[in-house]
C-alpha cells in the first residue's frame, strides 16, 4: 500500500513561514497528481494547491495564491508546500494525497478529494497572531 509520511508542521507567528515535505513511498508508478488539503476546526476540508505531476502544472486555492507554493521533487519522493505570510486563518491541519488514476480534467477537479487515493496522517499548523 503507498503510505505518505508529513512533516514540517509547527506553530508560527503571523507573517511567518512554513514547508511542510510529503514523502511518499511504496508506489509503482509516480502519482498522477498530488495535492495538499487543510482542515480547521468547524470548517470542511479544503484543496489548499496541487500539482498534476505529468505536466507540472499548478493549482491554488484563492485564499492562498501568492503566498503558498507547491513543488515536487520526483528524484526525492517528496513533495512540498511552501507558505509565507502566514495568516491565523491559515491555522489547520495539512493533509497530503496522491492520486495514482488518470483525471479527464485535473484543472477543474484537483479539489475533488475523489482524485486522491491516498492520504497522509496529517501535521498540524498553527498561526498565531
Known amino acids: 500500500q503507498v503510505q505518505l509520511v508529513e512533516s514540517g508542521g509547527d506553530s508560527v507567528q503571523a507573517g511567518g513561514s512554513l514547508r511542510l515535505s510529503c514523502g511518499y513511498y511504496g508506489h509503482t508508478f509516480s502519482p498522477y497528481v498530488m495535492g495538499w488539503f487543510r482542515q480547521a476546526p468547524d470548517k470542511e476540508r479544503e484543496g489548499v494547491a496541487a500539482i498534476y505531476t505529468g505536466g507540472g502544472s499548478t493549482y491554488y486555492a484563492d485564499s492562498v495564491k501568492g503566498r503558498f507554493a507547491i513543488s515536487q521533487d520526483n528524484a526525492k519522493n517528496t513533495l512540498y508546500l511552501q507558505m509565507n505570510s502566514l495568516k491565523p486563518e491559515d491555522t489547520a491541519l495539512y493533509y497530503c494525497?496522491?492520486?495514482?488514476?488518470?483525471?479527464?480534467?485535473?484543472?477543474?477537479?484537483?479539489?475533488?478529494?475523489?482524485?486522491?487515493?491516498?492520504w497522509g496522517h496529517g501535521t498540524q499548523v498553527t498561526v498565531s497572531s
Open positions: 494525497a496522491a492520486g495514482f488514476h488518470w483525471s479527464t480534467d485535473i484543472g477543474r477537479s484537483w479539489s475533488d478529494m475523489r482524485e486522491y487515493n491516498y
